[in-house]
């Protein structure tokens, strides 16, 4: 028997490993609408911390100080743009994993977050320079 807190957790995981959008607890919050799912957006926030706090899910703060969160993948990384503040995925070559490259420590959670300027802003700011 599942306890309604354990399909709550479920539902999150579930609904994090199906998208790759890196959604705010709201966003989530609205997909648990749709599907019939009672649950607050408080028990979502609270149910997503407690995945950070147990190394499954990441959570990517962009610089307009949201709260987005990320199924923890070995395979990328998050690069996080402060001036869009979109989020991209940098997939890494099976090569190039983490735990490939550091051979000499144990890696337990991958959480890597690079903030910067992406493409598109970056553009947007040599042009500004340039008139
Ligand atoms: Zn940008």
Excluded: W
Aim: proline fraction near 1%; glycine fraction near 4%.
């Amino acid at each position: 028997m599942f306890t309604r807190q354990t399909r709550q957790k479920e539902f999150v995981l579930e609904n994090l490993k199906q998208r790759f959008d890196h959604p705010t607890a709201l966003q989530i919050f609205h997909d648990a609408q749709q599907h019939g799912i009672k649950i607050g957006e408080v028990s979502i926030y609270r149910i997503l911390n407690n995945l950070v706090k147990e190394g499954k899910v990441c959570k990517i703060v962009t610089k307009d100080n949201v709260a987005h969160f990320d199924l923890i993948r070995e395979d990328h990384i998050h690069l996080v743009c402060n001036c869009c503040n979109r989020i991209f995925d940098r997939e890494l070559d099976n090569d190039k994993h983490l735990s490939n490259l550091i051979k000499d420590f144990q890696i337990s959670k991958q959480d890597i977050v690079l903030h910067g300027i992406c493409k598109d802003c970056a553009k947007i700011l040599n042009d500004k320079e340039k008139e």
